[in-house]
């Protein structure tokens, strides 16, 4: 019995956990991060509140892993396997940092996405706490994929040997959040790809 | 009599004028933007409601002089003039960029600044109608100003000339926002210096 009962709860955990995720992103999106309450998500997931607290102690916890989810799900649909977005290493740094940027640009402009990222980010603005928490968890793995190719690139001779992958990452993704979060003007792959070439060649002529 | 009565009348209004601008600053850093009133501006200021709506047909429109007249302080305050920062042109563009951005980061951390800033950035980012006001009339006179100094440079033949400027600024903007946003690492004059260098110079070997 127990050999049966097993898969079944866990399907049902499964099936329970992503509406949760669901009714997290899609109210945060729509009210905003100070409105969205558990009994909220609880009521649009289906479920009793309850079984939210049980696994996660609260909602920026809640929205945390549906983030992280949503990311997955990404890469997943990208062919990029559940473990989210690798930075491609082919030998060719433009090309490996364009197709990275091209797919930022894609899930910025997609709309499941788009509203609850900018619900959040605007949480995290003034809320120093919160917005440590999401880089952290969040942020900061995906910036450690730029800063582990751009080391690579570095050792291939392909970055000058001086520069801090750190700052160089803030060259690429900067632009496309300032582009982004300011809608000054269309946030495009042509925008993505002159980042690019604009950051590897410089400004100044050569 | 209309003689003397003038001056005081503006005098007056002067007065009045920089209370309210300071009411709605410190109030929209304290409580956020969706959270702060003409009433509230008012009781703060110590003025009637009824003076604010003479002046003024919103909110937005308060805060978005408010946000003007604190940028004009800044700059006098740098010995700018009364006219908002210039990027100057000395010839040496890295060291005139350098210079601007310096300043920025200046602003973006003096806490004067800082809260209302990010109360307005976190409304603007969910709000598209008000993002676009102020983008307008705030930011793109801003942008405007890098737009010009890199034309004159490629006129020199210090940038590129296939260089699109309104792409470029934002290699030089794009990072400090980011970082100032999201908190990710401290803000400093050394990291403005090291954006315009990379920026200029390029990640790639020369």
């Known amino acids: 019995m127990a050999d049966t009962k097993a898969p079944d709860s866990t399907r049902r955990?499964?099936?329970?956990?992503?509406?949760?995720?669901?009714?997290?992103?899609?109210?945060?999106?729509?009210?905003?991060?100070?409105?969205?309450?558990?009994?909220?998500?609880?009521?649009?997931?289906?479920?009793?509140k309850q079984t939210i607290y049980r696994w996660w102690p609260s909602k920026a916890a809640v929205l945390l892993e549906a983030f992280i989810d949503l990311g997955n799900q990404a890469a997943e649909a990208a062919g990029a396997g559940a473990e989210g977005y690798e930075i491609p290493d082919t030998g060719d740094l433009a090309a490996d940092l364009k197709l990275v940027l091209r797919a930022t640009v894609d899930e910025l402009v997609d709309p499941k996405y788009e509203a609850p990222t900018r619900a959040l980010t605007a949480a995290g603005i003034v809320d120093p706490e919160l917005c440590a928490e999401f880089v952290e968890k969040l942020l900061e793995p995906q910036l450690q994929l730029y800063v582990q190719r751009l080391r690579t690139a570095q050792?291939?001779?392909?970055?000058?040997?001086?520069?801090?992958?750190?700052?160089?990452l803030e060259l690429l993704v900067g632009p496309l959040a300032h582009r982004w979060l300011l809608r000054t003007r269309p946030l495009t792959h042509e925008y993505a790809d002159?980042?690019?070439?604009?950051?590897l060649g410089g400004l100044a002529p050569r």
């Open 13 to 48: 955990s499964e099936r329970s956990r992503r509406a949760i995720y669901d009714a997290a992103l899609s109210l945060v999106g729509e009210t905003g991060y100070a409105k969205t309450t558990i009994e909220g998500i609880a009521a649009r997931a289906g479920v009793g």
């Open 194 to 199: 002159a980042v690019v070439d604009y950051a």
């Open 155 to 168: 050792e291939a001779g392909d970055v000058r040997a001086g520069i801090d992958p750190h700052i160089a």
